[in-house]
Each structure stands twice: as structure tokens, then as C-alpha cells.
């Protein structure tokens, strides 16, 4: 999945999906999780089981504060939703508060690969602002490790 899109969220808390991910999510059941900076991850089923073994396997995890935090955070409170007839999902208002959504507030939609992140469309431009102030040093930093991994 890739794209950016924005649209509002209504006053029941729902959000339009767009066209372009409704076909690529099909009729898969959907998982929504809170994430880091105040977003949203929407994943499909299995997609969200992946993610979610990926962090919690190791029986170690089990006994490491800061996987327990990441887990209760990412895994432990998702949420089961599903696409309406008008392809729209139903955002939990814990949710919605945890990522500063109100009703009729613009809601930025992204692919990211595997998932769909979920903003509050002001939030995401002040944190691209953010990595746009270091995106020139974080990629040296990522160019270095990779060229150390070849």
C-alpha cells in the first residue's frame, strides 16, 4: 500500500477509506492499534499478526519492561473493525482521542507497505516539519548502516 490522502472524519467518528486501499485490504477483517506519535495503524488481520509475533514471540519479551510497554501499547489495546458499506471504518473514541481526531477534523491516510497510518492532517505536517529539519542526516545515518550490512 502507498499513497497520501486526506479526508474528514464525521461526527460519529468514521473515516472514508479510499478506493485505492479498500481494493488492496479486500474483504480481510481489519485491526486498528494506537502507534507512535499520536497515529493511528490499520492492518489486516494478518498482517497484524505478523507485526504483533514479531514483537512478542521471544519468551524473553516477556521479561523485558520495555517490549511489555511497546506491547501494551501496540498490541494488547487494538481494536477489531471493519469496513462499512460506504467503506468507511468506525475510529473508537479512545482512539480518536489518543490521536487528536475530532469530528470534522481532516484526517491524513497513508500506505506504508504492509499497513495504512491513520493522522490528524495538522499533527502530520508538524511532524513532517520535524523530519524534514533532520531527514538529511538521518538518511546518512541509514546509508552507512546498510552499506555496513553489504
Not at 502507534?35 to 497484524?48: G, V
Not at 514483537?55 to 501496540?74: E, G, H, S, V, Y
Not at 473493525?81 to 482521542?97: A, E, M, S, T, Y
Not at 511532524?127 to 545515518?141: F, G
Request: aromatic residues 8%; glycine residues 4%.
Amino acid at each position: 500500500m502507498r499513497g497520501e490522502y486526506i479526508n474528514t472524519i464525521d461526527e460519529k467518528g468514521r473515516l472514508m477509506i479510499p478506493l485505492k486501499f479498500r481494493l488492496e485490504l479486500g474483504e480481510a477483517h481489519l485491526v486498528l492499534t494506537r502507534s507512535f506519535s499520536n497515529c493511528l495503524w490499520l492492518f489486516t488481520e494478518e498482517e497484524y499478526e505478523k507485526f504483533a509475533s514479531s514483537i512478542a514471540d521471544d519468551p524473553a519479551a516477556m521479561l523485558d519492561i520495555k517490549t511489555i510497554n511497546i506491547t501494551r501499547r501496540l498490541v494488547s489495546a487494538c481494536q477489531d473493525v471493519d469496513l462499512d458499506k460506504n467503506g468507511r471504518i468506525c475510529i473508537p473514541q479512545n482512539f480518536r482521542k489518543f490521536a487528536m481526531m475530532e469530528p470534522k477534523s481532516e484526517c491524513t491516510i497513508l500506505g506504508n507497505r504492509t499497513y495504512i497510518e491513520i493522522w490528524n492532517t495538522d499533527h502530520y505536517a508538524e511532524k513532517m516539519d520535524e523530519v524534514d529539519r533532520t531527514l538529511e542526516e538521518d538518511a546518512s545515518i541509514l546509508s552507512n548502516y546498510l552499506r555496513s550490512k553489504s
